[in-house]
């Protein structure tokens, strides 16, 4: 493997936060033996990539095989983008400083929509070829997955194998079927074709398009080029997760980066069911660690690392039937230590007194809760099964524990939203800050701070409204505007998202093959970081839509009826699509379905389909009373966010959970 850093070392004087680019963090693996090199890489910069999970996992599970060695790599930040194309340096591993075209295969994460022109950028920043199809005999294979790949299709000609579902076992199986069939000779079409019959696995180019027509009376969008290929591809799923160690090796980084802590996965997968909501369709079903493995990790992991901050991540933390047993545990055993316990995920109808206490600890930053609609009629539309009264209750226990700043998270353009539903959120938003003051003393009322955080709807693949359009940018707007008008609180802030980046992230969730030619325009155009509030080029991605022939408003503003096959039809959560398109017609009716691991079974498939069940800890009580220490080990939970998301003000980016498989 060439070493770049001669090269590359004269450069960091000039960089920003030169750190991102070096190597010997505390916790690499470095395995020079090994004669298959395999390169995870996150298009985006170290901040964001190295704290997430995934590419944590899988880097682990890959060095893990004998012979194998997996590094990293992230996108440069821009500006060394065009450092390194005016030197001609090509993008580089972590660990060896390699060039990245000379592994022999590398794993993108699509943790999010927005981060499609960066993919671009990486690849030809490294000397890839774009398109699969230019791809040689001796190039890499680049394999993609993460919560994108389940509508690959806006991807498919930049990536040769899309991983679908969980990584864990997948990964080093695809791998090493790529080692051993080019050890035995195999062309690059051969190894393709095998890789593309392993189950979990889509090869994109083994499938001709077929146009709307066809599609509608095939009840497909791809057509096999050639016989034995399946046509509908199902998602992997680790089935050893919940016996699986909390902790594993992992980096200390040398820089500051996004959640800089230690992160444990406390359970995997929700059954919530809030229908605007991929990632509860998509990592079904619920898998729970048990209290003693979660606690020890969390103790080893400290240990081994340095942190003082844990983080217990998953998308429903507080739902985990064992949480108020973790967290009492673990307050005892770090009492005294300044050691900060916290649970990103906190819902509404499990943050009563008792949680309050426990997740208290000496650090009492800000809370975030997200009851994602302003009226309880459109939050049973939504399936969001809480109240205004679970909110004040919330707020009561948080303010009268200490803490004094909150932030409400909300949605706007949810499908059957009114401006009632608008001037809802500004009514609760209120009488919640009335709650608030009245939860704690007087001389500290001032203290007090809570603001309103609004996204606009955006219509994911493999949900219950995948069928909804978006509502248009300038629609979004008003809305906004009607929302800021009827908060009359001064102490309270509304922020949005610009509705320009959810436009794009709609078409590319919703789009079909055709929006990848869409991408690679934008990116031509300039567009790149789109994330990244002082990057995102909205008329970059004007231009590529004029120049390509694509009405993106069309693409995400159009609404189907169920019946519609949509373009992701071949690939699968496991959760039908019947139950979908019965959910999309239990929102119209405004009735909910409760979640599975509290009440009965709602036949989503997942479970049967995939044949795992949920794994529970112990079972888990409703009403919020799992947060309540009780006798013999009755213990219990409740939930809400998702593990690794991309605060901080950079890029919004989406879900990052480790589940991402590559």
């Known amino acids: ?98 060039p990245v075209a000379e592994f022999d295969a590398i794993g993108i994460t699509l943790s999010h929509e927005l981060v499609a022109t960066n993919v671009l950028e990486a690849l030809d920043l490294a000397g890839i070829p774009l398109h699969a199809q230019d791809r040689g005999e001796d190039d890499l294979f680049v394999i993609g997955g993460g919560p994108c790949s389940y509508n690959p299709e806006p991807y498919a000609p930049f990536f040769d194998i899309f991983n679908i579902g969980e990584g864990e076992e997948a990964l080093p199986e695809c791998l090493q079927a790529i ?29 001709r398009w077929r146009d709307e027509e066809q599609a509608q009376q095939a009840g497909s969008w791809i057509e096999p080029v050639e016989e034995g290929l399946p046509t509908h591809i199902q998602k992997r799923v680790f089935e050893g997760f919940a016996e699986s160690p909390g902790w594993e090796p ?40 048990s209290a003693d493995n979660i606690v020890n990790s969390v103790v080893c992991g400290l240990a081994q690392t340095g942190y003082d901050e844990v983080s217990l991540t998953s998308l429903s933390s507080t739902d985990h ?38 997740v208290a600890g000496q650090k009492k930053g800000g809370l975030t809760f997200a009851p994602e609609a302003g ?20 707020v009561d226990a948080a303010f009268g524990a200490g803490w004094r700043r909150c932030k409400l998270y909300f949605m706007i353009g949810l499908p059957t939203e009114t401006d009632d539903d608008i001037k809802g959120i500004a009514s609760l938003v209120q009488r919640a800050y009335d709650r608030a003051k009245k939860a704690v003393p007087v001389e500290q009322r001032g203290n007090i701070r809570m603001s309103v955080s609004c996204a606009l709807f955006v219509p994911k693949a493999q949900t219950p409204f995948q069928w909804d359009g978006q509502i248009a940018p300038e629609e979004a707007l008003r809305r906004v505007s ?14 949005w998202h610009d509705p320009s980046t959810s436009f794009v992230e709609a078409v590319m969730s919703r789009g079909g093959r055709a929006a990848a030619a869409w991408v690679e325009s934008a990116w031509c155009h300039g567009a790149r970081f789109d994330a990244w509030t002082e990057h995102f080029n909205e008329q970059a991605w004007r231009d590529a ?37 019965h959910e999309r017609k239990k ?21 049967p389909g995939l044949g795992i069940d949920n794994q529970l800890a112990q079972p888990r009580v409703a009403g919020g009373s799992n947060a309540r220490p009780q006798q013999a080990g009755e213990e219990g939970a409740a939930a809400a966010v998702a593990a690794g998301q991309a605060a901080s003000g950079q890029p919004a980016a989406g879900p990052q959970t480790a589940e991402e498989g590559e």
């Open 375 to 394: 009226t309880q009629r459109l939050r049973d539309v939504i399936n969001k099964q809480v109240t205004e009264d679970d909110l004040f209750g919330a």
């Open 179 to 207: 080692r051993r069939l080019r050890a035995e000779g195999a062309c690059r079409a051969d190894i393709l074709r095998a890789i593309a019959r392993m189950d979990g696995f889509y090869v994109p180019s083994l499938y």
């Open 1 to 98: 493997m060439t070493d770049l850093w001669p090269r590359l070392e004269p450069l960091l004087a000039s960089a920003e936060r030169p750190a991102r680019y070096l190597n010997h963090e505390f916790g690499c693996v470095y395995k020079p033996e090994a004669d298959f090199r395999f390169c995870m890489m996150y298009p985006d910069t170290y901040e964001l990539g190295q704290a997430n999970q995934a590419l944590r996992i899988l880097v682990n599970v890959v060095n893990a095989v004998d012979g194998m060695v997996a590094e990293r790599s992230f996108l440069p930040a821009a500006e060394f983008c065009d450092t390194m194309r005016a030197e001609g340096l090509p993008l580089f591993s972590i660990e060896s400083c390699a």
């Open 545 to 581: 839509a004029e120049e390509v022939g694509l009405d993106p408003a069309a693409v995400a503003q159009t609404s189907y009826d169920t019946g519609y096959v949509m373009p992701w039809e071949h690939i699968s959560t496991g959760v039908s699509t019947r139950f979908l398109a």
């Open 250 to 289: 992992c980096i200390v980084p040398f820089t500051e980066v996004v959640q800089d802590r230690l992160n444990v996965e406390v359970l995997r997968g929700c059954a919530r069911g809030c229908r605007f909501c991929q990632a509860g369709m998509m990592y079904r079903p619920v898998r729970e660690r």
């Open 482 to 495: 009607l929302l800021r008008r009827s908060v009359k609180y001064r102490a309270i802030d509304v922020h």
């Open 587 to 607: 929102a119209a009716a405004e009735k909910t379905t409760p979640d599975c691991t509290f009440e009965r079974c709602a036949a989503c498939g997942a479970c």
């Open 321 to 358: 039937s064992q949480i108020a047993d973790v967290l009492t545990r673990l307050n005892k055993q770090f009492q005294g230590k300044g050691v900060r316990i916290s649970v990103p995920s906190q819902r509404l109808d499990s943050f009563g007194v008792d949680m309050a206490g426990l």
